[in-house]
């Protein structure tokens, strides 16, 4: 079943530049939860650190994430991502909290859907949730022990499943379209996809995704080896609602790579980069204006359709971004006939 939301998601694609938002850890870390807040009543007796683990404070500080979503709405973003980042059993098994997965999913998603109402409400314009999917803490093309490059830590059938029960959360949440982000293992986002199809077919759903990959350093290639046209031959399948790169590199030196994809993709082409380097801190320093005056310029120059930001990008960050893009035309699709 297509959704009408999808629909009219779709059109708006078509229309204008589309606004994503910033970086939900960036901007739950400005509240410097403690252990004890992170925990709230429910965990109090948690028997693991529970500080770190931002997917939780949906239960635990759920105010705090709903007014993260809604202030990203209020500076220009048409979609939020839900707070879900790591709530795959694969990664809350750091925290002993696998069983938790569907709830934080449910709720991740519902908490964002209220914030889009809420800005709805005030404005009049759509808003639109997108159900985070990262790619795990687990890589299922590389060993992670030098000394034995056959082995894997994980295997598809395992990421498989983990997608999917983190999709069933997310769909009873009633998320918009789904967000398969920060791929730095085409393996990893197979799986997620293959998630994405068995659980469309239960739920006799369109489920839409979004595919966002990652370049790791300056070589240019996703952490498994493929530059961003590979990787866009091996996604094109699932023929996304959009496609492109996010986190790893700030606008500056994400541009060539987009610039790529823009080249050879037949679908919109999304993109979110990090607030510039990181310091030696591993802080972002890049003012806001400095970010929107970036990614205006690919904008300009006839690259993307929708736009964000990833690590260090807050609520002001989006507001530059959105005012530096608007009134540009979106890029024009073009027909990818090479096999």
Same mark, same amino acid.
């Given at each position: 079943?297509?959704?009408?939301? +999808?629909?009219?998601?779709?059109?708006?694609?078509?229309?204008?530049?589309? +606004?994503?938002?910033?970086?939900?850890?960036?901007?739950?870390?400005?509240?410097?939860?403690?252990?004890?807040?992170?925990?709230?009543?429910?965990?109090?007796?948690?028997?693991?650190?529970?500080?770190?683990?931002?997917?939780?404070?949906?239960?635990?500080?759920?105010?705090?994430?709903?007014?993260?979503?809604?202030?990203?709405?209020?500076?220009g973003s048409d979609i939020v991502e839900t707070n879900t980042f790591s709530s795959t059993a694969v990664a809350q098994a750091d925290y002993g909290m696998e069983d938790l997965v569907?709830?934080?999913?449910?709720?991740?998603?519902?908490?964002?859907?209220?914030?889009?109402?809420?800005?709805?409400?005030?404005d009049g314009r759509p808003r639109f949730v997108a159900g985070a999917l990262g790619p795990t803490n687990r890589t299922a093309s590389i060993s992670p022990d030098v000394n034995d490059p056959g082995f894997r830590a994980i295997t598809f059938e395992q990421l498989h499943a983990a997608y999917a029960e983190q999709l069933r959360g997310l769909v009873e949440g009633?998320?918009?379209?789904?967000?398969?982000?920060?791929?730095?293992?085409?393996?990893?986002?197979?799986?997620? &996809?293959?998630?994405?199809?068995?659980?469309?077919?239960?739920?006799?759903?369109?489920?839409?995704?979004?595919?966002?990959?990652?370049?790791?350093?300056?070589?240019?290639?996703?952490?498994?080896?493929?530059?961003?046209?590979?990787?866009?031959?091996?996604?094109?399948?699932?023929?996304?609602?959009?496609?492109?790169?996010?986190?790893? &590199?700030?606008?500056?030196?994400?541009?060539?790579?987009?610039?790529?994809?823009?080249?050879?993709?037949?679908?919109?082409?999304?993109?979110?980069?990090?607030?510039?380097?990181?310091?030696?801190?591993?802080?972002?320093?890049?003012?806001?204006?400095?970010?929107?005056?970036? &990614?205006?310029?690919?904008?300009?120059?006839?690259? +993307?359709?929708?736009?964000?930001?990833?690590?260090?990008?807050?609520?002001?960050?989006?507001?530059?971004?959105?005012?530096?893009?608007?009134?540009?035309?979106?890029?024009?699709?073009?027909?990818?006939?090479?096999?």
């Amino acid at each position: 079943m297509r959704t009408p939301r +999808i629909s009219e998601l779709e059109d708006l694609i078509a229309k204008r530049i589309v +606004i994503l938002d910033g970086a939900m850890g960036t901007t739950l870390q400005k509240h410097r939860f403690s252990e004890a807040q992170f925990r709230g009543a429910r965990f109090k007796d948690w028997p693991r650190q529970l500080q770190g683990n931002n997917d939780l404070l949906s239960l635990s500080q759920p105010d705090a994430v709903r007014d993260a979503h809604l202030g990203f709405f209020r500076a220009g973003s048409d979609i939020v991502e839900t707070n879900t980042f790591s709530s795959t059993a694969v990664a809350q098994a750091d925290y002993g909290m696998e069983d938790l997965v569907f709830e934080l999913n449910k709720t991740s998603a519902r908490i964002a859907n209220e914030a889009a109402r809420i800005a709805e409400s005030e404005d009049g314009r759509p808003r639109f949730v997108a159900g985070a999917l990262g790619p795990t803490n687990r890589t299922a093309s590389i060993s992670p022990d030098v000394n034995d490059p056959g082995f894997r830590a994980i295997t598809f059938e395992q990421l498989h499943a983990a997608y999917a029960e983190q999709l069933r959360g997310l769909v009873e949440g009633g998320v918009d379209l789904i967000m398969i982000e920060t791929i730095f293992d085409t393996l990893n986002a197979k799986a997620a &996809l293959f998630a994405v199809d068995d659980v469309a077919a239960e739920t006799r759903l369109d489920l839409r995704v979004i595919i966002s990959g990652t370049i790791s350093d300056k070589s240019g290639r996703l952490l498994s080896g493929q530059t961003p046209e590979a990787f866009w031959v091996s996604m094109k399948h699932a023929r996304p609602l959009a496609f492109g790169l996010n986190c790893g &590199l700030g606008a500056k030196e994400l541009r060539n790579y987009v610039a790529d994809l823009a080249r050879v993709a037949d679908v919109p082409i999304c993109v979110y980069p990090n607030a510039g380097l990181p310091n030696e801190m591993g802080e972002y320093d890049q003012h806001p204006d400095e970010t929107g005056e970036l &990614l205006g310029l690919y904008a300009r120059q006839g690259f +993307i359709n929708i736009v964000g930001g990833c690590c260090g990008t807050t609520h002001a960050h989006i507001k530059a971004i959105a005012d530096s893009v608007r009134g540009v035309e979106p890029r024009h699709l073009h027909h990818d006939d090479r096999t």
